[in-house]
């Protein structure tokens, strides 16, 4: 049981690129999630699944996208990469009896 | 929606010395505060969980005090060791919106000094 993980672990990307980040987890939850954290900062609701096939918009979603085809995996595609956009994401899931959401261990994105 | 607020955001103590954190929330429906811990470089992982229908819950050296009526809560780390230095978030859900999604305060470093 690998729980959430989460790949590229880094990634330097150059504006105006793209990349997807991948989040999977064997846990059967229907909950996920992908959070940002700038330097110092707490954490930021991007984008959110409550199962396959649906997804909505968190805090901050702008230059981001998501899908859920299967319950294990929540991939975030970040289209035209901007400085703004250089943070650890964080990818979480969650089951539906228990509120607790368990972490990936993040990715770290410079955009330069 | 919800909001957190999170005090103090940063926090020196002595080695043995008790440390508090504490927490406010702003929607009155929310029913779940978690704590989490990160350390450096590291995943936020849950350390202690309270429920809206407790006021207080204990695991050895850290605990969680509710007050439902003020709307907040707070993180109370007794005895503290050097490994207990991390930053720490509060979290208060949104039971009505859809994915009882959490919002996070902006979190609490925690130096332990030895």
Known sequence: ????????????????QSMTLQCTQDMNHNYMYWYRQDPGMGLKLIYYSVGAGITDKGEV???????????????????????????VYFCASRGGVTYEQYFGPGTRLTVT | GENVEQHPSTLS????????????????????FPWYKQELGKRPQLIIDIRSNVGEKKDQRIAVTLNKTAKH??????ETQPEDSAVYFCAANSPWEHGNKLVFGAGTILRVKS
């Open chain 1, 61 to 87: 979603p702008n230059g981001y996208n998501v899908s859920r085809s299967t319950t294990e995996d929540f991939p975030l595609r970040l289209e035209l990469a901007a400085p703004s956009q250089t943070s």
């Open chain 2, 13 to 32: 103590v002595q080695e043995g010395d008790s440390a508090v954190i504490k927490c406010t929330y702003s929607d009155s429906a929310s029913n779940y």
């Open chain 1, 1 to 16: 049981n690998a729980g959430v993980t989460q790949t590229p672990k880094f990634r330097i990307l150059k504006i105006g």
């Open chain 2, 73 to 78: 809560f707070s993180l109370h780390i007794t």
